[in-house]
């Protein structure tokens, strides 16, 4: 879930006063949400990637602006000395007044003059979900809790498929839920399927790589006394777990824990660290940084 904030009566006075100096990340974010708001309004998301230039956040705020609408937040971030700019902006406008094709084509003018690499407009209310496809491994913990939340539409996307390197039989748990939902499973999963696919795929592992590897890597570090567990989801690239990192999340773990709330507490960090990955993309929270990075508003 996330808080609509409108944007305080002094936001044209803040961006006018860093339109013109450099700086290096900048968050602006307006006044609690006011019932007045009419429910006409409706929620968009632009994100910004370009080479860095005086004036782009007041143009940002024209754009939007101009057409009635309104900014609720702002994130913006300058790396030194690397001369991109990248930005995030939620706003709200009136779809009668603004529509969906006029704001691409305002978009696309600004990408255009300031040379972007990436300029990405949603509208949730009224854009189709991403369509994902769920790859899964023996282990079910997070395909189980990525299908639940789905199900309980906390999940802001639509499954198309499940795909996995082993088999499953007809009258397991899962198998009786896709068939339920209609999404359909596949068991395939090719060496060369990366290069095929192409486009972003977002992996999950524990943290207690690299330090314990191979067969029962829970029970090595459980048995080695470990006093901190994490999780790591990051893109996917040819290199095993190397790609550029989205999220993180650690838990401490204690001499009170057994084997079985050890294993426990790292699969519940692995769910929800993926869960938050998967938002944050959907909602255009990530941007590639760098060769191997990224930026996460």
Same mark, same amino acid.
């Given at each position: 879930?996330?808080? +609509? $904030?409108?944007?305080? @009566? !002094?936001?044209?006075? %803040? ?10 990340? =900048? ?93 990405? +407009? $949603?509208?949730?209310? @009224? !854009?189709?979900?991403? %369509? ?10 997070? =395909? ?154």
């Amino acid at each position: 879930m996330f808080l +609509v $904030r409108r944007a305080s @009566q !002094d936001l044209p006075k %803040k961006l006018t006063g860093i339109a013109n100096r450099s700086f290096k990340s =900048l968050k602006i974010q307006g006044d609690s949400v006011d019932s007045s708001i009419p429910s006409s309004l409706t929620h968009g998301i632009h994100v910004f990637h370009c080479p860095d230039a005086v004036g782009i956040v007041a143009k940002l705020s024209e754009c939007i602006a101009s057409r009635g609408g309104n900014i609720l937040g702002a994130d913006v971030f300058v790396p030194e000395k690397k001369h991109v700019f990248y930005s995030r902006s939620e706003f709200i406008f009136d779809p009668a007044k603004w529509s969906r094709s006029q704001m691409e084509e305002d978009f696309l003018k600004l990408s255009t003059t300031f040379n972007a690499m990436k300029s990405v +407009v $949603r509208v949730p209310d @009224q !854009d189709p979900k991403y %369509k994902i496809a769920i790859l899964v491994s023996k282990q079910e913990h997070c =395909l189980v809790d990525l299908l639940h939340q789905w199900q309980d539409g906390r999940l802001p996307v639509e499954i198309t498929s499940v795909i996995s390197n082993h088999d499953r039989a007809p009258n397991t748990h899962v198998f009786r839920f896709l068939q339920r939902h209609g999404i359909p499973y596949h068991y395939v999963l090719s060496g060369d399927f990366l290069k095929k696919y192409g486009k972003d795929i977002i992996n999950i592992h524990h943290g207690l790589l690299p330090s314990f590897k191979g067969g029962s890597p829970s029970r090595q570090a459980f048995d080695a006394g470990v006093k901190l567990i994490g999780a790591t989801s990051h893109f996917v690239t040819e290199e095993l777990d190397a790609g550029p990192i989205i999220e993180q999340m650690v838990e401490r773990v204690s001499h009170r824990d057994n084997l079985q709330s050890f294993v426990q507490k790292s699969e519940n960090l692995e769910k929800q660290c993926l869960s938050k990955a998967i938002k944050s993309y959907c909602e255009l929270r990530v941007l590639p940084y760098q060769e191997n990075k990224t930026v996460v508003f």
